[in-house]
């Protein structure tokens, strides 16, 4: 069956613990982090055209790279030289996920395009070798395929499904504003470096952390949240403390950057905690704009297809 338009989505992600190590030869850090994927989505509409195009619509504000450096031009120009397929297919990106907001926004828009452009060109490389590629434009973009929620090692990019119960509310705070990936692992090297911390080759998992999520455990998972980052993003951008201070003094179960940050994740017990709490930011002012999520939210999927 030839198609001639794919619809795809792709939810962002909040990593409830990421704990960084050494650095490898290729100069990636070592990473042991738990990812769960939230139900804010990028979705992707691929249509037959002759060549490859890229337009977007966001709800979030925010930049959006229009060249060589988007995450979805890059995907589709992968898949064609991977596969030999010479179609085009003009692509079009709604965002929902904060931009460089430590949410994995990008990597959901390849792992979108990924999915759709295998469906329309009729490839049918699989799952697996579809995450296989994916791995290889971000750590984050197979697990965005994978969805619900996982642990990561090496690069974040080997993944094993983590099992849970119960359901996940978050409140996403979010400051405004950007930081760079690069930079904030770059402070984090400078601050360990420091303080002449040596880190291991392979980071430690949060034994306690995949406990609360089998057990469905909420107070339990506050308490584990971790983030070897979070320090960093604090140096580059010092009001991101005072979120995560605020979040918690206002009863958050935890809080924590996401990811490289600037977005705060904070866990809470239902929706009412959740509004309560982001009225509480924004009387003090410290958050430009607040989301009410659920956790582990399924992978990439096919929405339509004609």
Same mark, same amino acid.
């Given at each position: 069956?030839?198609?001639?338009?794919?619809?795809?989505?792709?939810? $962002?992600?909040?990593?409830?613990?990421?704990?960084?190590?050494?650095?490898?030869?290729?100069?990636?850090? /070592?990473?042991?982090?738990?990812?769960?994927?939230?139900?804010?989505?990028?979705?992707?509409?691929?249509?037959?055209?002759?060549?490859?195009?890229?337009?977007?619509?966001?709800?979030?504000?925010?930049?959006?790279?229009?060249?060589?450096?988007?995450?979805?031009?890059?995907?589709?120009?992968?898949?064609?030289?991977?596969?030999? #397929?010479?179609?085009?297919?003009?692509?079009?990106?709604?965002?929902?996920?904060?931009?460089?907001?430590?949410?994995?926004?990008?990597?959901?828009?390849?792992?979108?395009?990924?999915?759709?452009?295998?469906?329309?060109?009729?490839? @049918?490389?699989?799952?697996?070798?579809?995450?296989?590629? $994916?791995?290889?434009?971000?750590?984050?973009?197979?697990?965005?395929?994978?969805?619900?929620?996982?642990?990561?090692?090496?690069?974040?990019?080997?993944?094993?499904?983590?099992?849970?119960?119960?359901?996940?509310?978050?409140?996403?705070?979010?400051?405004?504003?950007?930081?760079?990936?690069?930079?904030?692992?770059?402070?984090? %090297?400078?601050?360990?470096?420091?303080?002449?911390?040596?880190?291991?080759?392979?980071? /430690?998992?949060?034994?306690?952390?995949?406990? /609360?999520?089998?057990?469905?455990? /909420?107070?339990?998972?506050?308490?584990?949240?971790?983030? %070897?980052?979070?320090?960093?993003?604090?140096?580059?951008?010092?009001?991101?403390?005072?979120?995560? @201070?605020?979040?918690?003094?206002?009863?958050?179960?935890?809080?924590?950057?996401?990811?490289?940050?600037?977005?705060?994740?904070?866990?809470?017990?239902?929706?009412?905690?959740?509004?309560?709490?982001?009225?509480?930011?924004?009387?003090?002012?410290?958050?430009?704009? #607040?989301?009410?999520?659920?956790?582990?939210?399924?992978?990439?999927?096919?929405?339509?297809?004609?």
């Amino acid at each position: 069956m030839s198609l001639s338009r794919v619809v795809v989505r792709a939810p $962002g992600k909040i990593n409830l613990s990421l704990a960084v190590g050494a650095v490898d030869e290729r100069g990636y850090h /070592a990473l042991s982090t738990v990812f769960q994927a939230v139900d804010l989505y990028e979705t992707v509409t691929a249509e037959r055209a002759e060549q490859i195009s890229f337009t977007v619509d966001s709800e979030v504000p925010g930049e959006i790279p229009h060249d060589g450096t988007n995450l979805v031009l890059q995907a589709a120009e992968l898949l064609r030289r991977e596969s030999g #397929c010479t179609a085009g297919a003009a692509l079009h990106v709604h965002k929902q996920v904060p931009i460089a907001g430590g949410m994995g926004g990008g990597s959901a828009d390849a792992a979108a395009t990924l999915v759709a452009l295998d469906r329309l060109w009729g490839l @049918e490389l699989g799952a697996e070798r579809l995450r296989e590629l $994916g791995a290889q434009l971000g750590a984050d973009v197979p697990f965005a395929m994978l969805g619900h929620t996982a642990l990561g090692r090496g690069t974040g990019a080997d993944l094993t499904t983590v099992l849970t119960h119960g359901e996940w509310t978050w409140l996403l705070a979010i400051p405004g504003g950007g930081l760079s990936t690069p930079e904030v692992y770059r402070r984090f %090297d400078e601050i360990a470096a420091a303080v002449g911390k040596a880190l291991p080759a392979e980071p /430690a998992v949060d034994e306690r952390q995949l406990e /609360a999520l089998a057990r469905g455990d /909420a107070q339990l998972l506050g308490d584990t949240l971790h983030n %070897d980052l979070q320090a960093a993003a604090f140096a580059l951008d010092p009001g991101l403390e005072a979120v995560v @201070e605020e979040a918690e003094r206002q009863g958050a179960l935890g809080a924590i950057v996401s990811g490289s940050g600037p977005t705060i994740a904070a866990l809470v017990e239902d929706d009412a905690h959740a509004r309560m709490l982001a009225g509480a930011l924004a009387a003090r002012e410290v958050v430009q704009n #607040c989301l009410v999520v659920r956790g582990s939210a399924p992978g990439a999927g096919v929405l339509e297809e004609e």
